[in-house]
């Protein structure tokens, strides 16, 4: 049997276009906090996942690879896991987190957390969940990990400071 040239091609393509990522279809909301740090995507989200822990923020998913993590619902207060109950109201969040490669060697941190105000059956779960408050005790947790990372493993670089030639000194000896 005698394939065609072009059958192949457009055969190879559709799998070529096919992405291969355990990430959410979604990209994270606008309000959510991010930073730059100064580590590989996979190094990025495994540091995140573990500051995140241990501060008592529990991801369920985490994904090295496709630079993604996520929790289950949660107690805001506790931090215990919400099972069987239905999470509505600020008390009861999520946290999702991407990282995204940036600069060479470096990686851009993407966090926000959820909550749903009501529940809606008709609508998608993704269309009810709203950021929290960034004054919401774990919004104010999510942003210091974020910082701690930053100071330990480095951020954005500074603005670039554009070196300036000196003035020569006028006949009274004062710069022009």
Known sequence: MRRSPFLIAVGLGAVACQPNTTRPSFTPLPEAAGTEVRLTVPEATRHLAEALKADSIPPRKIQLRDGYIETGWFEAKSGRLVRGRRAVGPGIVR?????????????????????????????????????????????????????????????????????????????NGNPD
């Open 95 to 171: 946290v999702r987190a991407w990282a995204d490669p940036s600069r060479p060697g470096s990686s851009q941190l993407t966090v926000e957390t959820l909550y749903r105000p009501l529940l809606d059956p008709s609508l998608p779960e993704r269309e009810l969940e709203r950021e929290v408050a960034h004054d919401h005790p774990v919004a104010v947790k999510v942003v210091a990990v974020l910082q701690g990372l930053v100071k330990q493993f480095g951020g954005a670089p500074g603005p670039q400071v554009e070196a300036k030639p000196a003035v020569p000194p006028n006949e």
